[in-house]
């Protein structure tokens, strides 16, 4: 894996495309974080991932830091929304977290599968 060569982007937040993150849900048991709203979850999401809409995610933190070292992946239709909410959790002390470049629609690109 090569997620040591990626530093942190401005506002901490490190991008990763969809094989990167595929490989750290494998290897490290990353947890998914999609912020989009319900609807477009509903259309297609990453296997395991929850759902906190990016307008939630400041009410759900102490629910992320149960979840202790573990990887976070943000994620979203794009990766904008994904990296503002990737940004937010580093500002509020999160260390260990990734935006998903290219969200859904890159990982869709890069051959792997959504659960509808």
Known sequence: MRFGGFGPAPGGCRQIDSKQAHELMQDKNALVV??????????????DAVLIPLRQIGMHLENLKEHGDRPIILSCRTGSRSEM???????????NVYNLMGGVIGWQMANLSLVR
Do not use: K, N, T, W
Request: charged share 30%; hydrophobic share 30%; proline share 8%.
């Open 34 to 47: 999609d912020v989009r709203e319900p609807h477009e979850y509903a259309d297609g999401r990453i296997p």
């Open 85 to 95: 909410a990737c940004r937010f959790l580093h500002q509020s002390g999160f260390s």
